[in-house]
């Protein structure tokens, strides 16, 4: 079986043929290069063998006075017999420059078209393809795969999928029409000669296998090993901030070390199996050299070959013969490194899409807002539910608090409206549609999401605010901007909105982000807001001002909020608390305020002096 997969390594060559099907044409191409480059070659060994043969009947003639030799018999060129033996050699030795040079050429040419296959063409279009994929995946794959597990397979793996285009299957290809060629060649020459001398090849192709057997499973090792380590140094790099403020760089420093180390480690095993198998292939190889010289040379002293035009060029041709078989060990070691490439990439592009348009989807470019979970359920895999029978009603415009302790459900319960999973039981409904009839674009057009920790990219502010709306104009940006209150802090940064943030935007303050985040979602004029405990990162000054960003945000929007703080809940029409994935409290402020249970616990510990926190009231307060 394929490293880690459900595929037989019989099946990933298939697909990995279909891969390269695509390209088929430039495959052939760069296939056929490579047969004039095998046919140029084998006339310049030729003429190399004929012209050695020359020069002994040149030296045979000088010493007995026989009749001048005629290489036009054998060469069928169309010298003038009486051509002086010279200048014969000088045209056998221009022949073999010229073949030499056009060589030199088809293999510039060869480079260069492999290197567009594999490089222009097959990787880009591999991890476009990947990439692709990834955006339509729901977020259950992402929870299942670390970020470091996908940026390898998105650039290690793809690489190694390369290697079976250009390594594996073009050189395979090669090497057995050049084997096919130079045995036919030789046994043209001598049978029995070419008997002899290749009589080691099935112990070569037996070793082969075996190494194939062998370092299959050491590539997948080693694979993990550089995930892991590349998923560590992710998180280091993230993580910065965390480790300074620990003082933890020394023990970060050795872990990484002891991860590269593994990696290293793992590395001499592949190394070891590799460095047995290509000088015990050169051995082989070698016994049909000694083979060559001692049957060779007596056949050449009885007089049944001859020196140039058959020992040589045999030579030359079994010196080829070995040359290709000795690529059996690279095209073994790609193979393996392309099959534990493949099946991490195949891992991918596998993926079950289980959050999609149907078919027949329900196009609602504009929606009113209206929102009902009916008997809503929703479990990770075979865990119990997060969430259990929810039943809720909002209607267009209004605005509902989600209050629960971490791992109530909260987050998930947001997740399910845009369909970022799919309920397990239940149905969610906008508008009276279930979200599962939408088409996931309008869907998610129509909601507008902020979370707890507010991602920016790297780009300029405008473009970072018009994520969403990439069309939109200078002036829908700026609105944006003024009702998330974040268009002064914009004019004073250095270029304004055509400001370029630093990765993540951590070169503004979390207010700041929050409320670049508020604007993004707002640009999209959405009917559903969805904010993620906004606040919650955000120091009590900034409190204020997102307090207004967030007013001015939900305005006339259906809005579901998680939050913690009074001053955030006390702004919601309806609260729902949620404990174990159901909801056990429902009502405004000011009737949860009054009775006895989880809501009245939580604001108990917002009370100063027995007094609620003075904070503005909502649309929800008494």
Known sequence: MGAGSGHSNAELVRRLFGLAWRYRLRCVRVLGIQLLLLTMGLFGLSF????????????????????????????????????HPMAVLAVLGGLILLLSAMRAVLNYVYAVQVNILVQQNLVVDLRAEIYDKLQRLSFRFFDANTTGSIITRVTGDVQSVRMFVDQVLIQSVIMAISLTVYAVYMASLSPGLTLACLATTPVLWALAALFSRKIQPEYAENRNLVERMVQYLAESVQGAAVVKGFGREDE????????????????????????????????????????????????????????????VVFAGLLDQFAGQVNNVASIVNSVQQSLIGATRVFEILDAPIDVRSPPDAVRRPRMDGAVRLENVSFEYGLLEPVLKDINLEVKP?????????????????????PRFYDVTA?????????????HLDDLRRNIGTVFQESFLFSNTVAANIAFGHPDATQAQIERAARIAAAHDFIMALPKGYETVLGESGNSLSGGQRQRLAIARAVLLEPAILLLDDPTAAIDSSTEHEIFEA????????????????????????????????RIVQRGTHAELISVPGPYLHVASLQLVDGRELQEPAGRGSP
Request: with cysteine.
């Open 48 to 83: 190399t063998g004929v012209g050695i043969d020359y020069i002994r009947q040149i030296v045979g003639h000088a010493a007995s006075s026989a009749a001048p030799p005629a290489p036009v018999r054998v060469l069928h060129m169309g010298l003038p017999a009486g051509m």
């Open 252 to 311: 970060n420093r050795a872990r990484f070390e002891e991860l590269n180390r593994r990696v290293l480690t793992q590395q001499y095993s592949i190394f070891w199996w590799v460095s047995l198998f290509s000088p015990t292939a050169g051995f082989l190889t070698r016994i049909n050299t000694a083979v060559l010289l001692g049957y060779g040379g007596y056949l050449v002293a009885a007089g049944r070959l001859p020196l140039g035009a058959g020992l």
């Open 397 to 417: 415009g209004e605005c509902v608090a989600v209050l629960g302790a971490t791992g109530s459900g909260k987050s998930v319960l947001m997740s399910l409206i």
């Open 426 to 438: 239940g149905r969610i409904l906008v508008d009276g549609i279930d979200v599962r009839r939408l």
């Open 550 to 581: 967030l007013d001015r945000a939900i305005a006339g929007r259906t809005t579901f909020i998680v939050a913690h703080r009074l001053s955030t809940l006390r702004r919601a029409d309806l609260i729902i608390v949620l404990e174990n994935g």
